[in-house]
């Protein structure tokens, strides 16, 4: 890390958006322990498990099939991080794997800035881009926890960094092509990565010739992809075949709650992505976005990332619009649509920013991470105001159950131990990573009726009520995130 922020002060011309990414990383590693344990960590994490297991022929290719939909490109390399502290309570394993996670995130906002100097005509633009990309609050919080989606996010941040390299050296882009594969084993939609990678290669002629780059370029995907994907090296096609199928039919049953309307995955309306993107953006972002979409077709011709941007952008439009993809839990399936959303915003920015004095500009870039601290209290479950139009009620808030942790340190009221009792299993998940002196003091219990406390998260927009005094609660815009109910006297 000494030597990463020590090459980032050497690049010529990085001025502020040095101190920015320093001061941001603190932050960062600063707030790991604040995010409750999420209902699908363990589970990830146990994909790591049989995927190790299985590279070191001890474990079985049932178990590794059996998670074959999610791939280990994260989980493996960070249970085997975790072997450097096996004898170490799980709690400082979840924090490595944090950590793990969020300094890939901040390569990535590197990355951002990196694409942008070769995008923008002023790198004051690819500052403000990169800045932005790491200051929306929801992504700053699941950089923490989020093993899956930003995971994702962050491979397509690599993919097009390594293409702009490419491009700027007038080479064959061999690794956009690699990384694009081995993204695929996160999330099929990795294949939208590589479709405008396949544009790129039929219309720009680089050291070999179209046909042949672009069959090398799928032989890459392809070979790239099967490598890092356990699950399919028995029968590629079969197994290939099987998560497309998933991807398009998940069977997921819970329901999601979107402006007043309890949603079913495998039913959701065409504008369920789009109304979430539009309520938990920043309203600056939306307005930058749609004038960088206008400033950017008059510039599609002369510019290949652009191109790149523009073409993922209209893949997963159309594919959202057409197909009606099982979604929940918000956009965060798509979480990497964030990336033509940045650009894009910084394409406009670029045509006004030579014309902002020094000093204007290091306030303007200051207040995308000030927003941040603002909202960092519940950026997990972050809005912007058009989200007041609607009543309490109308949205899912914490589907995953961060949350809780607070939650439990709130039961923490002094030494003796406080039994509490949830309708999931998010307590006993969250003792994990509560510092040690509160865990020792919160037990689960599996009934009502032998806790002290009541614990209710809000995951549909709607919370289950007891008759029972409150004893604390958790309201964000208008919304209960969750409540706590004291049976204490009850049970005297």
């Known amino acids: 890390m000494i030597k990463a922020v020590k090459h980032i002060f050497n690049i010529h011309g990085t001025g502020f958006f040095a101190w920015f990414f320093v001061l941001y990383a603190v932050l960062g590693y600063a707030t790991l322990h604040r995010y409750g344990v999420h209902y699908d960590e363990l589970t990830q994490r146990s994909i790591g498990i049989e995927n190790a297991r299985y590279i070191a022929g001890w474990g079985k290719f049932e178990d590794v099939a059996q998670h074959k939909y999610f791939g280990p490109l994260f989980e493996t ?51 403000f881009t990169a800045i932005a990309y790491a200051c929306w609050p929801r992504l700053f919080a699941e950089a923490h926890y989020n093993t899956k989606d930003v995971f994702f996010l962050c491979m397509g941040v690599f993919v097009l960094w390594a293409l702009a390299a490419a491009i700027q050296k007038g080479k064959f882009p061999w690794a956009a092509c ?27 002629r680089y050291n070999v010739k179209r046909v042949s780059a672009l069959f090398l370029g799928v032989m890459v995907f392809v070979v790239s992809w099967y490598m890092v994907y356990p699950a399919v090296w028995k029968s590629p096609w079969d197994s290939f075949i099987g998560i497309l199928r998933y991807a398009y039919e998940n069977p997921w049953p819970s329901p999601t709650m979107l402006a007043g309307k309890l949603m079913i995955p495998g039913n959701m309306p065409a504008y369920y992505a789009f109304l979430w993107m539009l309520l938990t953006l920043p309203l600056i972002y939306i307005i930058l976005f749609f004038a960088g979409i206008y400033k950017s077709l008059k510039l599609f011709k002369s ?48 045509s006004y920013i030579s014309r902002i004095q020094f000093g204007n ?27 007041n139009i609607w009543k309490p009620g109308s949205f899912s808030m914490d589907y995953w159950g961060i949350s809780t942790h607070k939650a439990l340190e709130k039961c923490h009221v002094d030494s003796g131990t406080k039994k509490v009792y949830a309708f999931t299993e998010t307590v006993w998940l969250n003792k994990y990573i509560l510092a040690d002196n509160v865990s020792r003091n919160i037990q689960y219990v599996s009934t009502a009726d032998s806790a002290d406390f009541v614990l209710v998260l809000n995951r549909e927009g709607k919370l289950d009520s007891y008759n029972l005094p409150v004893f604390v609660t958790d309201i964000y815009q208008g919304d209960t995130l969750w409540k706590v109910y004291d049976r204490r006297s009850v049970k005297r």
């Open 77 to 127: 390399p960070a249970y085997l991080l975790e072997q450097l502290v096996f004898t170490s309570p799980m709690q400082t394993k979840l924090l490595l794997r944090r950590a793990l996670l969020f300094s890939i995130f901040l390569l990535s906002v590197f990355g951002v800035y990196r694409i942008g100097r070769h995008l923008y005509q002023n790198q004051a633009t690819a500052m």
């Open 178 to 204: 690699m990384l694009a594969g081995m993204a695929s084993t996160v999330r099929i939609a990795g294949c939208f990565y590589f479709i405008p990678i396949l544009w790129i290669l039929l219309h720009y």
């Open 303 to 350: 510019s290949i990332l652009i191109q790149y941007v523009i073409i993922l952008f209209l893949i997963t439009t159309i594919y959202l619009l057409i197909e009606s993809p099982t979604l929940y839990n918000g956009w965060r399936h798509i979480y990497f649509i964030f990336i033509p959303i940045v650009f894009l915003m910084g394409v406009f920015v670029d």
């Open 361 to 387: 500009k290091i306030i303007l870039f200051a207040l995308l991470p000030v927003y941040l601290i603002l909202n960092i209290q519940h950026d997990y479950v972050y809005f912007n105001s058009l989200k």
